[in-house]
Every structure is written in C-alpha cells, then in structure tokens.
C-alpha cells in the first residue's frame, strides 16, 4: 500500500517525466500528472473529490475556451493588413530623426503591442509590434527582444483568461485580483522599460525622452490600476491601454482617417462595448439575468454579460463585412487554437486533482517541515518557471496554485496576484512566444541568438520577481 506522501509525489514524478520526454508538449506533461493524480485518488478513496476536480475544471476551462477560439477568430477576421502585416521597413523611417524612432517603437513596444495582446492573447501583440519595430530601424535579434517586450500587460491578455481563471481556482474575487495583480506588475515594469533602454542604448536620443518614457508607462500603469477598481481584468486591461493609446496618438498628431478605420474597426468598437456592457447598471443587469447554475463554489455562467460573447459577436460581424463564410473561419480558429485549449485544460485538471482529493496539502506540509518559511519561495518560482515553460500565466498558475495557496495562507490575494504578474511576465520567454517572433523576423541562427539578446530581460525581471515578493511579503 502507498503512503500519502508517496501517492502525492507521483503525480509530480509523472509530470516531471512526461516533460523531459516532450519538452515542447508541455500539455502532454500535465496530462501524465493529472492522469496519475486521478489514478491515486480512487487508490485512496477519495473519488468523489477527483470527480469533483473534473467538474470543476470543465467550468474554469469551459469559458476560457470560448475566449480563447473567439479571439482568433477575431484574429483571422480582421482586415489582411491587420491580420497578417508585412515586416517591411517604411520608407520614412530613414529620415527620421533618432528621437520620432525611439518614440514609434515605444507605442509599438509598451502600447500598441499589449492592446492587441489584450484583446486577442497568444503572442499577437508581439506579431503585431514587429513591423512597427521593423519600420523603426530594428532587425535581428534586438528586434526579437524588443518585440517580446509587447508582453508587457499579459495578466490581462486574451481578456484576462489566466487571471480570470487564477481567480477561479483560487475562489477569489476577479476585481479584486486584477488590483492585486495590477499593483505587482508595478515592481515588473520598470524591468521591462529598463531593458527597452538597454536595447537602444545605441540611439541618441536626448536625456528628456527617459524621463517622458517613464511618465508614459507610469501613467499606463495608473490608468491600469483605475480601471481596476470598476472592471473586471478581462475588460480593465483593454480599456485602460486602449485610452492610453489613444490620447498617446493624439498627442503625437495622429487621427483615425478612412484607413485606420478599415483596418482597425473591429478592436475600435469592441472596446467601447465591452467597457458598456459592464459599467451601465441597467445593461449589465439585464444581461447577468440569464445565468446557468456550475461547479460548487464558482459563480454561475451569464453567457450574455461574459466577454466572449461579445467578442464572438464582434469578429462574427467582421466575417461578415468581409464576405467571409463563418462557419468556415470559426473551424480553422479552433483547430488553429487547438493547442491552447487541450493546454489551458490540462494544466486546470493537474492543479483540481492535486488540490482536491489533498495532495497538495500533504506536498506543502513536506515542504514546509523541509524548508519552513523559507518554503513560499517556491511562489515566484514556480510562477516564473510555469509562464517561461508553457508560454501561458493560466496553465502556470493552474499547475502552482494548488501548491502554494496554503503557504500564503490569509495573504492568497496578494499572493495569487503576485504569481499572475509573475508568470505572466516570464511568457517573454517561453519558446513558443519567441520562436513566433524569430520567424517573422527571419533570423538567421534562431532561438539561440535570440535568447543571448533575452537574457538582459531574464535577468531583469528575475530582480523585479523578487523585489515584488519581498514587498508582498513586508
């Protein structure tokens, strides 16, 4: 007969070894552990509690899917010059002086880069910053880093779905989390402007434009954390950079003529919407009535008043301006999101089985007599190492929460917060992430250089990680 503490090590074991033997599946590796993890708990008796993790897991996963396959079909619906730019440099950006560069490839960077990332999730923002960065000046492996530095505001990218989900599973009010998360990520992003400095290092740009670039992301920040106090993160990150980068494109003489309206309307109206469906009491109540009764200790689904439905409705319409046959796009969306679903599913199903039936109870206790205190800083770990690894803050946090929310014990908000902030910055660095950006880069030599540029922007946000967990912890 196993012992508990043996049972409850096994599920790790089998992940640990599905991961050395499918490094590039990390989905493959949590369903080993959750496959093993379900196995110990009929051995142990506690069926029910497994059941229970799988009921549980179709209702955090089940909305996350929907997000998920809406925000590419939106992708793959929207006008070609949005859904697939061209990384060719723009004639002008010859001509312009070091300074009107360094200021374009900071809104492409730190503005337009995480709005679209918001919006849609899974690395678009960085897609969709590269030509900017590009028409800058920039190539090669710098231009890979810079583009990884649109990761910026991944808590509340693809609508929030990793801290909506976090909050999920560690039954935790969403706005509440998204202020927690909000007010972490201030410790992470001056390690993202710092590194941005780094890579420019060699433009020459007056002593002025540091002080305007930190006022700028200081001021994202603050309207981040506004929008916090009255929104749900699946909405509050795309309003507030949305408004950022607005008044940021005014300020620079911009304007939405005929052209930008084409290419951009989608995102143009689904921010407004969303942001009415959820402050207009009478709107939002109306919606929240219809509702659908899930798992135990989750709140019921509101189909009408949850973001994808909205966000399908948008990209439906933009099928249709575009004579686009919907069934046809929404198939290839789903087989193109295919990885991220089976993904997002696993890594929920591997934390509900060890949570559930106990197991991770008993491996925090272990960990705890080994280590005492000093045991929580298996929290920034496991958050960085989850979000490098599987390129996702949902599937870090899925798999670590379960394990760490007894450590933080009465501090769980800020605890979980703090793991979001974390492991959502750390997907800069997954493979998944950078090798989509060393393609559209065309990077001779690949991931190799462009991870010897990433590795100021390792060892940054490694500080910032710990200066965050140290203030969360005073």
Not at 7 to 12: E, F, G, K, M
Not at 70 to 83: F, W
Not at 356 to 368: H, K, S, T, W, Y
């Amino acid at each position: 007969m196993l012992s508990p503490g043996l049972a409850a090590s096994l599920p790790l074991a089998a992940f640990a070894a599905a991961a050395w033997m499918w490094p590039r599946a990390p989905h493959r590796a949590a369903l080993a552990g959750a496959a093993v993890a379900f196995a110990a708990a009929l051995v142990f008796g506690s069926g029910s509690a497994a059941a229970d993790a799988v009921w549980r897991t179709l209702w955090i996963a089940g909305p996350m899917s929907l997000v998920i396959v809406a925000g590419v079909v939106l992708r793959d619906a929207s006008p070609p010059a949005v859904a697939a730019p061209s990384l060719a440099a723009s004639p002008e950006s010859g001509t312009e002086d070091a300074r009107t560069r360094h200021r374009k490839l900071y809104v492409a960077c730190f503005l337009l880069g995480p709005f679209f990332e918001c919006a849609v999730g899974f690395g678009i923002g960085t897609m969709l910053a590269l030509p900017f960065i590009a028409a800058a000046g920039w190539s090669g492996p710098r231009a890979v880093a810079l583009g990884m530095l649109a990761q910026s505001f991944v808590p509340w990218g693809a609508l929030a779905i990793g801290t909506m989900a976090s909050a999920a599973i560690a039954d935790l009010p969403p706005i509440a989390l998204g202020i927690a998360a909000a007010e972490s990520t201030a410790f992470l992003l001056p390690a993202f402007l710092a590194v941005f400095w780094w890579l420019t290092r060699d433009q020459k740009i007056p002593p002025a434009q540091y002080l305007e670039d930190a006022l700028w992301l200081a001021a994202t920040w603050g309207a981040l954390r506004a929008a916090s106090e009255f929104l749900a993160p699946d909405i509050a990150g795309l309003a507030a950079i949305g408004a950022v980068l607005a008044v940021r494109g005014f300020a620079d003489g911009g304007r939405i003529d005929a052209q930008l309206w084409r290419r951009f309307w989608p995102y143009l109206v689904l921010v407004p919407l969303l942001v009415c469906v959820r402050l207009v009491a009478p709107i939002a109540d109306l919606l929240a009535r219809v509702s659908i009764p899930t798992a135990r200790d989750l709140s019921p689904f509101a189909p009408f008043h949850h973001a994808a439905f909205w966000l399908g409705l948008v990209a439906v319409a933009a099928c249709l301006a575009q004579g686009r046959n919907v069934a046809a796009v929404i198939g290839t969306a789903t087989v193109t999101a295919r990885g991220a679903l089976v993904a997002g599913f696993a890594f929920i199903l591997f934390g509900e089985l060890l949570a559930r039936p106990g197991f991770a109870q008993i491996l925090v206790n272990a960990a705890e007599n080994a280590a005492g205190p000093s045991a929580l800083l298996l929290a920034p770990l496991l958050a960085g190492f989850g979000g490098a690894m599987t390129g996702s803050a949902l599937a870090a946090n899925a798999m670590a929460l379960p394990l760490t929310l007894p450590l933080w014990g009465t501090d769980a908000l800020g605890g979980t917060g703090l793991q979001t902030a974390i492991a959502a910055a750390f997907t800069s660095l997954s493979p998944s992430r950078v090798a989509l950006a060393v393609a559209l880069v065309g990077l001779a030599g690949g991931l190799g250089l462009a991870y010897r540029a990433l590795v100021p922007l390792a060892a940054a946000l490694a500080f910032a990680s710990l200066v965050a967990f140290a203030a969360e912890r005073i």
